[in-house]
Structures are given as structure tokens and as C-alpha cells.
């Protein structure tokens, strides 16, 4: 026989009770006097013989009352010889996912998480099924179900230690919606495909910083199966701050301006006061800057450089607590003058306000980041453009007809990968560039709507996909209506035509057009920016888009200079060797034909030489990985995610086997014969009790 509630079983020492009141012998209440004794002194009774037990009968049915009142609440029953067997309760899959990312470098939170992550894998039972995950932007699968299915729980084990053993943090950053979703989805999948209808368990080993990516969780929906139970690792003192350079705008200025820096102090943050420093070589290369950042704010300030330290490349912040010194440091290109030119095919002087070479010798200021020579050609210079000698223009920008022999050079220009933007502004240019433009002609001459009284064209149609308007295609700078255009060429393009129309006037004529030539580039427009022509050169699109055609024509030049960890860099073309000499001082040798440079795994300054050149270019810690505060569990619940540790298959089987016993107790109820037993053993005691308190009257007056 077994019991539901053995602590009911406490309930049989109220037997005590009736022993203790059979102890105590009570005194007669009622009262008689003698004439014979009134003159008598009294005294009182002396006790001859100690309080014993006296009426047995009843003092057993009373405590036989109370033991079976108690073990009715015990609710006893008879157990069937059905056993219980380990497969009739589902079993556990737990997938341990470790957080690797960037933050994680933070004082000793990976050995914690290590630890962890240890304690985890102790308390596995022999029926878990375990998976071993890894994450940062990625997921990666360390240990799958597979490999230990076949394993006992100790080979189990030491396999995921082992495993465990050889991950270390990266540098990448966190994106732990991802990462859920990603397991989530496998935990589901695998267990649709084996139909064995496990209890899925996500334990979460992370430091839960608020700058971890969730946006994942916001376009999936959450797996009921799926528990999670989040392991938050922290360091003891959790202050920590980064430094960040800030864009400046330095084309307005010749000179070098101070560089402007912005440190962000975490919420959660203790410290407050900060230094920062230029490094070249890892030595200061400037004199340090105080920052007084309030936690949960930032502050941007100048930090120059040293005297005749122009080459600094890295920012050091100190200030924060031990160990938070991963994102302590940020790379930079030296800010280098470049010197480019641009030749000019036109006879009007840079002194002539009637033609283009006036505004476009002016809108190139020497700045501290460029330089830009206009060099003018005329029908008399001999050019010798020589890549040896730095001669060849940046690009070649053609408002009159070039002679045969300056076309046969610009020929060979385009095919090396030169930009040229061929201005049609006069009729007779049309006619003299058809063959070499690719067979254009002049449309018939159309009468203008004498009602409408419109006397200019404007842009009606770009197409902002194409690199040259790309930059423009925010809504706040794709307004080109405001541009006039007195006159231009109506152009008509061949029919096969090889020509890609990237903007149009609003009577449906090319405004502009790009050719494949070779490697390169040869861009027409049928309307000039001189005053004759157009409004262009006193729009704000003019600087912008001749800027862009010098960006476009640079081929031996990195689309950006900084990039974040693990970014791909798209690489200039070129022929020849490449290769790329990481942060550590490792060369790496790429293909050929490589367009693109992923191995970014580590901030610092990387090297790409091809052509002959070294482009240098900075890779840093993505910004979001330095916000270390600690995110909010809560928010993981409004996604759906069911937080919390599925029970063991041990508890399982207990509950399933408690489960069991309530039925048949319920089934059985043999309380309710107890409870009987109970008021028949009453209803005697009660007659008992009843017939020996009946004492005879001579017996009243009987001394104890």
C-alpha cells in the first residue's frame, strides 16, 4: 500500500491528546455537608499513589480515531504492478547555444561563460539529446545530434567539452534574434523528422548586451516547443565607453581641420571621466583629451593631432573598467592630400564666364583632401599622357571636336579603364562625333506649343540605380526640376545602340548617356552648363555630380576607407598580383580576378597592393557591439519566446508516476472506508464513554 500525502502521517501525533487527559484525574465537583464534621478542622486530601491509566478501552478507540483520521488524509491506496518505463515520458533535446561575439572579450565573461556552460553539461541525463551552437553575426553548428546520438552520457559529455574547449570570441558582432530563430527552426525540424516528440530546450549562454541585433524575432513566429533559459554573464563592473571619429566635412577648407571625436558612455556605466590620444606605431602621437561623459551620454570633442603628426591611425580611449578595453580603440585612415587632373578639350579660358572651363575651374577648391588640376587642350597640344609619369588625367571632360589624332589617344584612354564626358554643345559637334559616338544624329527640328509659352527644358526622367545618380536617389536630393535647360540637342541614338540613357529632358530626348568603351567609360550630354545652355553650373547638383564622375573614374581606389568587422570590401579592378597585409602582418595572396575581400576578422588598418599602389583601409568594431548595457529579458517575452527550464526526464517520470497514483487513489478511495471505520469506532466510544460515567450514588462521596 502507498500514500499521496505523507505529510498528513504528522497528523498521528495528536494521539498524545487522549494519553494526557487519561492522566489527569479529576476531582469530585459536587459537595455535601455533615453535621457530624462541623466541628472537625479540615485538611487536605494526601495523595497515597501517582496518576496511572486508567479505562484502557477508550483511551484505544480514541487514539485508534485519530490514527485512521490520519491516515485517510494520507489518502492511502493499493498500487497495480504496472511499472513505469523511461520511454513513456518524451525525452529532453537541449541545444546549447554560446554567445561568441565581440562583448563577449569583455574581462573574464567568456570564462565564465566557459563555466557556465560546464555546469550545463554536468547536469545532462542519460536520456538528454544535446546540440552544441555557437554565434555571433552567424550561427554556427558545433555538435549536432548526429554525432553523440550514438555516444553514452560520459563520451557525450567530454565530446561537447572538447568542442566547447576550441571556441574563443570573435570580433564580429552579436545577432542574437538570428541565432534564436536559427536553432529554433533546426530544434523543430529535427523533431519533425524523427517523431519522437521531445521537450526542445534552448539554454542561452550570453552577456545579453542591449546592442545585440533582435530584429529577427520581430518577422518570425516563436515555436511553442521551444523553451529558452537565458544564462546572462556579466563582469563585476560592467562600466564601460567607446570612441567613435566623426565625419568632417573638409571641402570648404584647404587646411586640415582638428579631427572630431565623440565617446559614448553605456547606461548602466560607473565611471565617467575618459582620456583619449592619437597613436602612430602604437606610441601617442598627441597630447591626450579629457571627456567628461555622464552615463547613458556622449560628447563630441576636438582631438588634434600632435605637432608634425599627420600619420596617427588609431584612437585610444581610457578611463573605463578593467578589462572592458575590446572596443577601446578606433582606426583611421591619415587623412593624405590627393592630387588628380582633368583634361580639358575646349578653347574658351578659365577667365571666359560664357563658357564651362570658367565654373568648372572653380568648383574644384584646393581642400585638405584634394587637389585638382584643370589642364586645357587644344587643337595645337601635343599630349603624351604616360602612366609612368602620372600624366594620365583622373577624367577628360570634351566640349569641342578632338582631332583624329586626340581621338585615337582618347580611344586608347577609354580602354585602359578612362572616363570621358563629351559636352554636345553645338549642332555642328553632333555631326563631326556621330561615327566616334556610335552613329548619332540630330533629330527634326519640333515647333514649340505656341499656347504653353515654354521656352526651357527640364530632367523629366533619371534613373537613380545607375552609379552616377545613385547618391542622389534619397528623396531629399532627387529634385532636379529646378534645373533650367534654355537649350539642348535633340539627339537621336542608333537603334542598336550600345548607348544606356540615364536621364532624359521631359520631351523624352537623352539629356545624358553612357558607352561602354573597353574598360571605360564615355558619358554625352546634349546640354552644357554654361549660361547659353543651362542652369547647371549655379545649381547645388554641379559640384556634386562632377564629383561623382571623379569617384567613378578612379579605378585604383576603395569604395570607402573604413569598414566594421566582417564587411566585405569590394576591390578596385585591376590585373596583375593582389594581395592584402592584414592588422597581425599576415600577407594574403588573392585570385586574380578576386572583386571582393571578406576575410575582414579583425579591427585594424589592412593593406591591399595591386597596380603597383598600396590603399590602405581601416576595419573597426561594429558600433553596436559597444553597447554593453544589459538588454532587457522582458523583451524576449514580447516576441513570444516561452522563457524557462524544461523539466528533466527524471521529474518527468515522477510526475507521470504521481499522475498515476492519483488515479488509482482516486479510483480506489479508500479514505472514504477509513472515514466509516472512523464514525463506527465513534459511535462505540461514545456508547462506552457514556455507560462508565454512570456512578452510583453512594459512590460520590468515595475519597481519591
Known amino acids: 500500500m502507498s500514500v499521496l500525502s505523507g505529510i498528513f502521517f504528522l497528523g498521528a501525533a495528536a494521539i498524545v491528546g487522549p494519553i494526557l487527559f487519561h492522566l489527569i484525574r479529576r476531582t469530585p465537583k ?76 569583455r574581462a573574464d565573461v567568456w570564462q565564465k561563460a566557459l563555466d557556465e556552460a560546464n555546469q550545463v553539461i554536468d547536469e545532462l541525463e542519460a536520456a538528454d539529446e544535446v546540440s552544441l551552437f555557437a554565434f555571433d553575426e552567424q550561427l554556427t553548428s558545433v555538435v549536432t ?57 534552448i539554454v542561452l549562454i550570453s552577456d545579453m548586451q542591449a546592442g545585440s541585433q533582435i530584429d529577427r524575432l520581430q518577422t518570425s513566429q516563436w515555436p511553442e516547443s521551444v523553451q529558452v533559459d537565458v544564462h546572462s554573464i556579466t563582469p563585476e563592473d560592467d562600466s564601460n ?13 584647404a587646411q586640415p581641420i582638428a579631427p572630431r571625436v565623440r565617446v559614448r558612455n553605456t547606461s548602466d556605466s560607473q565611471a565617467d571621466q575618459f582620456e583619449v590620444v592619437w597613436l602612430r606605431d602604437n606610441k601617442p602621437a598627441s597630447r591626450p583629451v579629457s571627456f567628461y561623459v555622464p552615463a547613458g551620454e556622449s560628447l563630441v570633442l576636438d582631438v588634434p593631432y600632435g605637432p608634425g603628426e599627420v600619420g596617427a591611425d588609431q584612437l585610444q580611449l581610457s578611463g573605463d573598467a578593467t578589462g572592458m578595453d575590446f572596443d577601446n580603440q578606433f582606426f583611421a585612415i591619415p587623412p593624405l592630400q590627393e592630387e588628380l587632373s582633368i583634361a580639358y578639350f575646349g578653347s574658351d579660358g578659365k577667365d571666359d564666364s560664357d563658357g564651362m572651363l570658367f565654373y568648372l575651374s572653380r568648383a574644384f577648391g584646393e581642400t585638405a583632401s584634394r587637389k585638382v588640376d584643370i589642364n586645357a587642350v587644344t587643337a595645337d597640344t601635343v599630349l603624351d599622357w604616360n602612366d ?17 589624332d586626340q581621338r585615337t589617344l582618347l580611344d586608347t584612354y577609354l580602354k585602359r579603364g578612362g572616363h570621358a564626358v563629351v559636352v554636345l554643345q553645338a549642332d555642328d559637334m553632333v555631326s563631326d562625333l556621330s561615327s566616334w559616338l556610335g552613329d ?40 532636379f526640376t529646378t534645373i533650367r535647360f534654355w537649350q539642348h540637342r535633340d539627339v537621336r541614338l542608333a537603334e542598336e545602340s550600345a548607348a544606356n540613357v540615364i536621364a532624359r529632358f521631359d520631351d523624352g530626348s537623352p539629356a545624358i548617356w553612357t558607352t561602354p568603351r573597353g574598360e571605360g567609360q564615355l558619358y554625352v550630354m546634349t546640354a552644357g552648363w554654361n549660361r547659353k545652355d543651362s542652369q547647371l553650373a549655379l545649381s547645388t547638383k554641379f559640384l556634386p555630380l562632377l564629383s561623382r564622375w571623379l569617384e567613378l573614374a578612379d579605378r585604383q581606389k576603395l569604395a570607402a576607407q573604413s569598414y566594421v568587422v566582417n564587411q566585405s570590401v569590394a576591390l578596385p579592378s585591376s590585373t596583375g598580383e593582389k594581395t592584402i597585409q592584414t592588422p ?46 544589459p538588454l532587457a529579458l522582458d523583451r524576449l517575452e514580447q516576441f513570444g519566446i516561452s522563457l524557462g527550464m524544461a523539466a528533466t526526464h527524471s521529474e518527468e517520470l515522477a510526475e507521470l508516476r504521481q499522475l498515476q497514483d492519483r488515479e488509482l487513489e482516486n479510483h480506489q478511495k479508500v479514505w472514504k472506508w477509513l472515514v466509516v471505520a472512523v464514525l463506527a469506532l465513534l459511535a462505540v466510544e461514545t456508547f462506552l464513554a457514556a455507560r462508565r460515567s454512570h456512578v452510583p450514588a453512594q459512590d460520590l462521596g468515595e475519597a481519591q
Open 440 to 479: 548619332i544624329s540630330l533629330s527634326a527640328k519640333k515647333e514649340a506649343d505656341a499656347s504653353s509659352g515654354k521656352s526651357y527644358a527640364m530632367l523629366g526622367q533619371i534613373d537613380f540605380q545607375h552609379p552616377l545618380f545613385a547618391p542622389f536617389a534619397a528623396a531629399r536630393y532627387n529634385d
Open 241 to 253: 565607453a567607446r570612441v567613435r571619429l566623426v565625419d568632417s566635412n573638409e571641402e570648404s577648407t
Open 30 to 105: 459536587a459537595r455535601y455537608d455533615f453535621s457530624s464534621l462541623m466541628f472537625l478542622q479540615p485538611s487536605p486530601p494526601r495523595l497515597t499513589r501517582r496518576s496511572r491509566l486508567d479505562q484502557w478501552l477508550l483511551l484505544l478507540l480514541r487514539s485508534l480515531v485519530i490514527l485512521l483520521l490520519a491516515f485517510a488524509f494520507m489518502r492511502p491506496f493499493f498500487r497495480t504492478s504496472t511499472n513505469l518505463s523511461p520511454d513513456d515520458v518524451p525525452r529532453r533535446h537541449i541545444a546549447l547555444v554560446v554567445d561568441q561575439s565581440a562583448s563577449m572579450r
Open 584 to 629: 597581425s602582418g599576415e600577407t594574403l595572396q588573392l585570385t586574380e580576378g578576386a572583386t571582393s575581400f571578406d576575410d575582414t576578422s579583425e579591427p585594424g588598418i589592412y593593406v591591399l597592393r595591386q597596380g603597383g599602389k598600396d590603399l590602405p583601409f581601416a576595419v573597426n568594431l561594429a558600433d553596436a557591439e559597444s553597447d554593453t548595457a
Open 388 to 404: 609612368v609619369a602620372g600624366t594620365i588625367p583622373r577624367l577628360v571632360v570634351i566640349t569641342e571636336t578632338p582631332t583624329e
Open 145 to 201: 545530434t548526429e554525432e553523440t546520438s550514438q555516444l553514452d552520457r560520459t563520451q557525450r559529455r567530454e565530446m561537447v567539452r572538447e568542442r566547447l574547449k576550441q571556441l574563443e570570441p570573435t570580433w564580429n558582432a552579436s545577432n542574437l534574434g538570428a541565432a534564436l530563430v536559427g536553432v529554433a527552426e533546426r530544434l523543430t525540424a529535427d523533431d519533425d523528422l524523427k517523431q519522437t516528440g521531445a521537450k526542445l530546450q
